[in-house]
């Protein structure tokens, strides 16, 4: 647990430096994207071949508080690494929402019942 309040907080202190004031939102987004990106090649970076091995979490803020979404991970995978990314970007969404003023429609973003394995992918169902 102290390791990943560790990288939760690293994570914020590096956002926020990459983040200064001489950044536009462009590129604030733009980074954001890229680090959603890296977890999405992480996420599907093990074959689904059994629902049973994947599990999803959270990810993402919403300006007025919850997730933006769900995404599905192996459980063969490395767990705390991939969450730990997730928390990372999480923050760091967060983070953009309030540096530029960021609102969201507050709509509760759907919890997946559970995933089933199509075509070697791990699918959310809802």
Same mark, same amino acid.
């Given at each position: 647990?102290?390791?990943?309040?560790?990288?939760?907080?690293? $994570?914020?202190?590096?956002?926020?430096? +990459?983040? #200064?004031? @001489?950044?536009?939102q462009?590129? #604030?987004? %733009?980074?954001?994207?890229? %680090?959603?990106?890296?977890?999405?090649?992480?996420? @599907? $970076?093990?074959? /689904?071949? #059994?629902?049973?091995n994947?599990t999803?979490?959270?990810i !993402?803020?919403?300006? +007025? !508080?919850g997730?933006? !979404?769900?995404?599905?991970? $192996?459980?063969?995978?490395?767990v705390?690494?991939?969450? @730990?990314?997730?928390?990372?970007?999480?923050?760091? %969404? @967060?983070?953009?929402?309030?540096?530029? !003023?960021?609102?969201?429609? /507050?709509?509760?973003?759907p919890?997946?019942? $559970?995933?089933? /394995?199509? #075509?070697?992918?791990? %699918?959310?169902?809802?």
């Amino acid at each position: 647990m102290k390791k990943f309040i560790l990288v939760v907080v690293v $994570s914020v202190f590096s956002f926020m430096s +990459c983040t #200064d004031t @001489n950044t536009s939102q462009a590129e #604030d987004w %733009q980074a954001l994207v890229e %680090q959603y990106e890296s977890i999405v090649l992480m996420a @599907n $970076s093990e074959t /689904c071949t #059994d629902s049973d091995n994947w599990t999803f979490t959270a990810i !993402g803020a919403k300006a +007025c !508080g919850g997730p933006t !979404g769900y995404v599905a991970y $192996s459980l063969n995978s490395d767990v705390e690494v991939f969450l @730990n990314e997730v928390a990372a970007y999480t923050v760091a %969404q @967060n983070a953009y929402n309030l540096k530029w !003023g960021i609102y969201s429609d /507050c709509m509760v973003e759907p919890m997946p019942i $559970s995933i089933a /394995c199509i #075509d070697g992918v791990a %699918q959310l169902i809802y």
